[in-house]
């Protein structure tokens, strides 16, 4: 190439980099504008209009129930450049007091309700239905319309009046009942050379055995069983009795795989009906009292929870509902619970003298021991002053059991998983892998002989093991001891039921865990009561942490994307994504010297299709 060529091929490099910049940049702008548009709203600035008289529309597809309404992400709730669409999160007691407000409200002709891809977990769906059951007291009826009914989105469906699917082919209804996934990998782990090295109390601390073994422990397969068991106890009670059949005919349904198509559904008496979509608009209208769906105005349920779901901040008494949500964590993370961050607002609320109960709403799966017990050191010094209700989420176990087992009342939905009453360390060892793969020699020069016990870098020995598994015993104590003082047992009962073990609400209230199956609301109204005022017309209730404002969001997605994170998204969805995960967590931990060795965490979540 002589030098004319070669400053063309230059030139035409440096012009299709500048097209590219300008596209981006147009593309940022854009980016910002939608966000700012998204922020406009989410701020209230322009909150929405209703017409005066309507049907609700509840769309699952559209929102995620959540432990509290969020202003809308900066990036999720942009439309998908796939299929425009855009997931609202709305705050469960919320969405509960906004159907309280559609039955009492006369605009408000009935509810339709569409399940088809309902992305909330099973515990949501519980409280959820409740409420929907408490609504059909007002006389106004809920009417359901599927294409796809799954187990747990039927479980939601069948609180209706009425259930109608479509009467095109194509639909589709899986009925499968309800399953969990447990991965294990040691055996990938021992290719890369990793040692992960568990000790743990408690024959069910299950918590690790994905890192240590290749298929699961007796006692971790029959909690597992035990637990899906009572889940799908609940599910096929409450849904058969909505359809006015039997259980068992229920379950042979499924275990027999008869529930295929849309004719099924009528002919097991899961529906009322196969309706096209031109008849589904004629039977909307109808019970809207309309002569056509043209004249049937619809009211989206976010918008109906925005403009008719109002604090009371003219009451001088306040309630305050703490949100414990997600991992208990040692380092300020405002997306988990950090425990000297969530202990600094628990002191807060103590030291408000407005604020006459608390509903402490754990919704936890566990996590680091040091951390839990900072906050439960904060829980109790206001359990002193003031009463403290415990309300249980989708998981209040291991951590999440441990912050709130000395509260005055306990409620759990009956699908909440809870205990887990143990503790493990697991500690992983690259040794191996540094030798083997990455051929790197370690040569360790130290002060003591266990001066790199926790460099990573060699497996234990046997005086080290022993070292940490009392240490670990001695934390279990401690746990059994605490749950035995809060809820009045001796040490002999509750490490009969403890061991590590997960526990549905429904047999945790049995075993005396918890007092009472309620749901959220259910634990505000009791607290109100023991406040010493019933009306919860009479309170301010208060949350707290309050959510991330929109502008805290866009500033915690802007500092994201760092490499680390984008070497584990590339491997989402598989075993990798695991392992990488743990990885970087560790090294994360241990190179900022705050390494916590015990934890007290659930080890693994239930999904619900």
Known sequence: ???????????????????????????????????????????????????????????????????????????????????????????????VNAIHKAAEDPGVKYIYLKTDNAASSLTYLEELR????????????????????????????????KIYTTSHHGGND????????????????????????????GKYKSAGEMYAKNAPSPENMEQNQAMIDSMWETIEEETASSRDISVDSLNFFIENLTISYPEDMVKHNL??????????????????????YKDVKFIPFKDYVTAKVKANP?????????????????QDDPNNISGNRFSSVIAKVRADSSVKA???????????????NKIKEQIDLTKAVKPVIASYGNYAASGGYWISSNCDHIFSDATTLTGSIGCFSAIPEFGKTLKDIAHVNITPVKSHKHSDMLSLTRPFDAEETQWMQDYVDDIYTSFVNLVAEGRGKTYESVDSIAQGRVWTGK?????????????????????????????????????????????????????????????????????????????????KTWTKGNGDLVFARMPFEIEVR
């Open 358 to 372: 608390v509903v402490f709403r754990v919704n936890s799966p566990g996590g680091t021991v040091l951390s839990a």
């Open 130 to 161: 409740k409420t929907l059951t408490d609504f059909r007291k007002s006389g106004k009826p809920v009417v359901v319309y599927g294409e796809a009914f799954t187990s747990g989105s039927y479980y939601l469906a069948s609180v209706a009046d």
């Open 174 to 201: 899986f009925f499968l009942g309800i399953s969990g996934r447990m991965i294990f990998l040691k055996d990938l782990l021992d290719k890369l050379g990793v040692n992960y090295q568990l000790i743990r109390h």
């Open 1 to 95: 190439m002589d030098t004319k060529e070669f400053f063309k091929w230059v030139l035409a490099v440096l012009c299709g980099l500048l097209i590219w910049g300008i596209v981006k940049f147009i593309m940022f702008i854009m980016m910002i504008g939608s966000i700012a548009s998204s922020a406009s709203s989410a701020t209230g600035s322009s909150a929405p209009i209703l017409p005066k008289e309507g049907v609700l529309v509840m769309d699952m597809s559209t929102f995620a129930l959540a432990e509290q309404t969020r202003e809308d992400n900066p990036f999720g709730s942009i439309p998908s450049l796939q299929d425009g669409s855009a997931v609202a999160s709305i705050g469960l007691l919320d969405a």
């Open 507 to 587: 047999d945790a209230l049995k075993i005396g865990l918890v007092d009472e199956i309620g749901t959220l609301e259910d634990a505000l109204r009791y607290t109100a009561s023991v406040a010493g005022d019933s009306d919860l017309d009479n309170w301010n209730v208060v949350a707290y942490p309050k959510p991330m404002s929109f502008m805290e969001q866009l500033k915690q997605q802007l500092g994201k994307g760092n490499k680390e994170e984008v070497m584990v998204n590339a491997f989402a969805g598989t075993p990798l994504e695991y392992v990488a995960k743990t990885l970087l967590d560790w090294q």
């Open 314 to 330: 003219g009451a001088k008494k306040k309630i305050a509902i703490i949100y414990a949500d997600g991992n208990i964590v040692e």
């Open 271 to 292: 529906a009322d009906g196969l309706l096209s979509m031109e008849e589904l608009k004629d039977k909307l209208a109808s019970l809207a009292s309309k002569e056509k």
